[in-house]
């Protein structure tokens, strides 16, 4: 297989996160990739998730649980973590609209972000209780 150019490396970065809703850490996008693209290193992973980051063209997920995750869904919408089984969520409803604006009533000072994330027990983990 040739090796890829840059721009092809990245591309295929964005098209594999854009194609799962797992909300993949750098390592898991690494390790799937690779399979397919034998001469990607974890370097140009985690400097061209970077790069992404900082287009918007994907989103990344700081804070949930100690390791950061990307998401290749960037509309607005909110993020679940199941405390059973750690998976991360989507959960379409945007905690963030008017958030910073209502914190800045509140604060002398420029408010441009925050972070809110749901945590709890996932479908899957409750059916498993259930059935125990
Ligand atoms: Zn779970
Ligand atoms: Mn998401």
Redesign the pocket.
Known sequence: MPTLNYSKQRQAILDHLQSRKD?PTAEMIYHTLRKSMPNLSAGTVYRNLGLLTELGQVKKLTGLDGVDHY?G?VSA?S?FICQCCGKVD?VFFDADALLNEKAAEHYDGSITSHHVYFYGTCKACLKNKKEK
């Open positions: 909300h998401d869904d919408h993020h989507d």
